[in-house]
Every structure is written in C-alpha cells, then in structure tokens.
C-alpha cells in the first residue's frame, strides 16, 4: 500500500480563478467573432446585388427616353360576382411621366370607378418625378437583406428580401429576384407599406418582368386582395406590345 502511494500520481490542483477568466474570455472572444462575421459576411455577400440592382435602375432611368404599351386589365370580385375588363394606351415620357388613352372598358360600373379610375390617377402621379424616384428597389427606400439565390426566367438571380423604410403604398414589404449578371429586376413581391385606395386592405402583388431590347420592363401584375365586406378580389395587368426608345 505505502509503495502505490510512492508511484501514484501528485494530485492536480484545481483551475484558480485567473485559469478560469481566461478560458471565459477565450469563448468570449470566439463567440463574439462569430456574431460580428456572421452580419458582416451577410452584409458583403448583399453588396453586389445592391450596387447592381441601383446601376441597373440609374442606367434604365437615364437611357430609356419614353415607351409605348398597351395594358390589359381585368378585375373579378368573388362576393358580388362581378367583373370589369378595360384596355388603356400608355405613353410614358422621361420627363413627363405616363398619359394613358383608355380604348375599351365594359363591365361593373362600381369597379370601372372605384378600382380602375384610382388606379389610372395613382399610377400616373408615380411616373413623374421625385414620386417616381421613391418607388425604385434600391437601398434609399429599402432596408435589403440577402436570403439566397434562385432561378427565374431561366435567370440567376439574387433574392433579396426588402422592408420599406417608410410606410408608402407604393413601397412593398416582400422579395425582390434581382438578375445577379445585370442587377435588373425579374420580379417583385410583397404587400403594400400602406393601404392602396383602389382596393380594399393590402393586396399580395406579384409583378413580374421581362427583357425589352436592352431593358427589362413589366410584364405582367397580378393583386389579390380579401375583405369581410368584398371576399377575393384578384386584379391581373398584363403589358403587351413595347415600343421603346432608347438614348445612345
């Protein structure tokens, strides 16, 4: 017995206090360098989506001199079981905005006045000016946040998620598919920051876009709202036939 106590190991004395510290702080340290990476990582991976996406618009706003189109609108309300149809010209100039010339409409009254008459005024006013300059995906309006990649349109495409950074109902609270060679906008998704006073409560707007010449212009928007007093109320733009000119 007394020759094990010989050959036996001394006893290890316990970590004091300043052995502890230090360990703590080495995971302080480490979990700390993990937080700060991980946004910043986040914030670098973002950069290129947002400088293209602003290139891409600042380009379109600059080069594109005006456009023609024609726009086919048709809205269904499921509680009343009513519709309305209506085909309108539009000519957007740079520096004068959208004039529309309606060739066709038919259907409910109700909706050719509440729903597709605010909308020809609200649309317009958003094609002049500083009001058009608040609309645009970029990070003056948005806060934007990086959620990953996706293919659409047979496009790669950076998908970034916007929050508005004032409530505006031409501002969406959803996703944004930014084409990640050029920056131009494939599609758009969300709610309105702000109720729209064409249709009742905050419709999910879908606006999706394709390739014209150099630029890529809407295609199509579909909206659908619910209510208690009006049920389903779905709204879907399609825009055919571009004539756009282009500065040099």
Request: hydrophobic share 35%; charged share 25%; glycine share 8%.
């Amino acid at each position: 017995m007394h020759e094990q106590h010989l050959l036996s190991e001394p006893p290890r004395r316990s970590a004091g206090p300043i052995s502890t510290w230090r360990k703590g702080l080495g995971f302080g340290l480490i979990l700390f360098a993990c937080v700060l990476v991980g946004p910043l990582a986040a914030q670098q991976a973002l950069e290129p989506a947002v400088v293209r996406a602003r290139d891409a618009a600042e380009l379109r706003e600059t080069r594109v001199a005006g456009y023609s189109v024609t726009e086919q609108y048709v809205i269904r309300c499921s509680r009343f079981n009513i519709s309305a149809q209506m085909t309108v010209a539009t000519i957007y100039r740079r520096d004068h905005g959208k004039t529309r010339t309606v060739i066709s409409r038919s259907g409910s009254p109700t909706l050719q006045s509440r729903v597709f008459d605010r909308l020809l005024r609200e649309e317009g006013d958003m094609s002049r000016g500083d009001v058009r300059r608040q609309t645009l995906v970029n990070s003056e309006n948005y806060l934007m946040h990086l959620s990953g990649e996706e293919v659409r349109s047979n496009r790669k495409c950076f998908v970034v998620d916007l929050t508005p950074r004032r409530a505006s109902t031409h501002l969406l609270k959803g996703r944004a598919w930014i084409d990640t060679d050029g920056g131009s906008l494939v599609r758009l998704e969300g709610r309105p920051g702000a109720s729209p006073s064409f249709i009742t409560g905050r419709p999910n707007i879908v606006r999706e876009f394709a390739k014209v010449g150099e630029f890529w212009l809407a295609k199509s928007t579909h909206a659908v709202s619910d209510s208690f007093l009006f049920g389903r109320t779905e709204l879907h733009i399609d825009y055919v036939d571009y004539h756009a000119e282009v500065d040099p």
